[in-house]
């Protein structure tokens, strides 16, 4: 069982491009989180995909939007770059049944 | 608005000696879950240990247990003997209702231990 994987690792983008992160969840899961970790905080949740429509959202902007593909993979897409969307994004799969969430080792997203 | 909040940003322990970390949370919500996350400089979020807000027993992983005050919305973690391995990030989290992948996190308590 691979776990979640994301892809890339790492990336750079400049300031007003647009960025799309993926994720592949766990074998057998069919729920994906994506979470927003600045440097020296806590994950903070984007949005939650289930059955290919997005369930929950926090608060994060317009700018911030996700896809999930029927074999449950997801992506997470963001437009119009800011300096402030340097992070690290966390993607996590679970069962919608209220189960653990397994975490992705995450994309190193910097925008210069 | 549901919080959590973690008031110790670095904590140190010496190997084989014990360490408590703490958080409080802030929900009006009766059923809940609670949760300690490990993230080491692998990045990856690995989960601890899990208690249920209706179950008054402490969960306890080997060397992990936590003390969970439901009436003073207090989750201490405990870690027994501790090890190098244990040196990492250590988050507190809440979760509320549908599938646990919407998780709110305190912003962390950072882990050393000494040889």
């Known amino acids: ?112 | 608005a549901q919080t959590v909040t973690q008031s110790q940003p670095e904590m140190s322990v010496q190997e084989a000696e014990t360490v408590t970390l703490s958080c409080t949370y802030d929900t009006s919500e009766s059923d809940y879950y609670l949760f300690w996350y490990k993230q080491p400089p692998s990045r990856q979020m690995i989960l601890v240990i899990r208690q249920e807000a209706y179950k008054q027993q402490n969960a306890t992983e080997n060397r992990f247990s936590v003390n969970f005050q439901k009436a003073a919305k207090s989750f201490s973690l405990k870690i027994s003997d501790s090890q190098l391995g244990d040196a990492a990030m250590y988050f507190c989290a809440y979760h509320y209702g549908g599938s646990q992948g919407n998780l709110i996190f305190g912003k962390g308590t950072k882990l050393s231990v000494k040889p």
Not at chain 1, 33 to 48: D, R, T, V
Not at chain 1, 80 to 104: H, K, Q, R, V
């Open chain 1, 1 to 112: 069982d691979a776990g979640v994987t994301q892809s890339p690792t790492h990336l750079i983008k400049t300031r007003g491009q647009q960025v799309t992160l993926r994720c592949s969840p766990k074998s057998g899961h069919d729920t994906v989180s994506w979470y927003q970790q600045a440097l020296g905080q806590g994950p903070q949740f984007i949005f939650q995909y289930y059955e290919e429509e997005e369930r929950q959202r926090g608060n994060f902007p317009d700018r911030f939007s996700g896809h999930q593909f029927p074999n449950y993979s997801s992506e997470l897409n963001v437009n119009a770059l800011l300096l402030g969307d340097s992070a690290l994004y966390l993607c996590a799969s679970s069962l919608a049944a209220n189960t653990e969430a397994f975490f992705g080792q995450g994309t190193r997203l910097t925008v210069v």
